[in-house]
């Protein structure tokens, strides 16, 4: 099994924003969502990527329009290495997924969802001894609630000067490659830059098939929409 970084972080912008507290969100994952077991390890296979590990969060503090949408996260480490600039690699896929209510119409949705793929420098600590694997903590630990103030007003500044149309995502790109934002200098590892993100508009999503075992969300009628894909490389 090869060492996997520290996760990459997804956010969901919506154009009418409200504050987040990481801590007053509930993270599960395959336990939770029912994944297959395969030997002594979990499996969840969406269309035709099989995944070994599931994260699921509920998105708190939205606009009425997300009520009960959530954000999911889906692993797949390929088993065969690769030649990648001349080293041996395995290829990580991550998957981030907007879990949607029974019934929704994304199309009909105003919104961005930013995934930052360059991981925070701060780690969690694991036990004295014990293995990486066993660190634990909260998004507070690698995070500062100040940058994820300072992202949130910034981005909303954002969208209201796009005035809610479909430029905010690009007005919401622009404003997030500045490299001055305040209390973020261990976000990406970048000084004061954000890194590298991916934004997409929430309203011209992917709609995942469910064709397997295992759906990945806490409400089996939920939709799952592809917002984004993010492959890097492990030696």
Not at 71 to 82: D, G, I, M, Y
Not at 120 to 127: L, V
Not at 215 to 222: A, C, G, L, T, Y
Request: with cysteine.
């Amino acid at each position: 099994m090869p060492h996997l970084k520290t996760s990459t972080i997804a956010l969901l912008l919506p154009l009418l924003f409200s504050p987040v507290n990481a801590e007053d969100v509930k993270l599960v994952g395959c336990d939770a969502v029912g994944c297959p077991p395969h030997y002594d390890s979990d499996r969840c296979t969406v269309e035709n990527t099989t995944f070994i590990g599931v994260g699921v969060s509920p998105i708190p503090d939205v606009p009425s329009e997300l009520k009960g949408f959530s954000l999911v996260k889906a692993v797949n480490v390929s088993a065969t290495p690769v030649q990648f600039n001349g080293s041996r690699v395995r290829p990580i896929r991550s998957f981030y997924y907007l879990g949607t209510p029974e019934h929704t119409e994304t199309n009909s949705l105003s919104g961005c969802a930013v995934i930052f793929n360059d991981p925070p420098a701060n780690k969690f600590t694991p036990p004295s001894g014990a293995d990486t694997f066993a660190a634990t903590g909260t998004c507070a630990d690698v995070i500062q609630q100040k940058c994820i103030d300072t992202i949130t007003q910034r981005a909303r500044d954002a969208a209201n000067r796009a005035g809610g149309n479909a430029n905010a995502c690009n007005a919401l790109d622009r404003e997030l490659k500045k490299d001055d934002f305040s209390g973020c200098s261990l976000f990406g590892g970048h000084g004061t830059s954000l890194g590298n993100f991916t934004i997409k508009s929430i309203g011209n999503l992917h709609a995942a098939r469910n064709s397997s075992d295992c759906w990945p969300v806490q409400r089996k009628s939920d939709g799952l929409m592809q917002i984004a894909e993010v492959i890097s490389n492990v030696s």
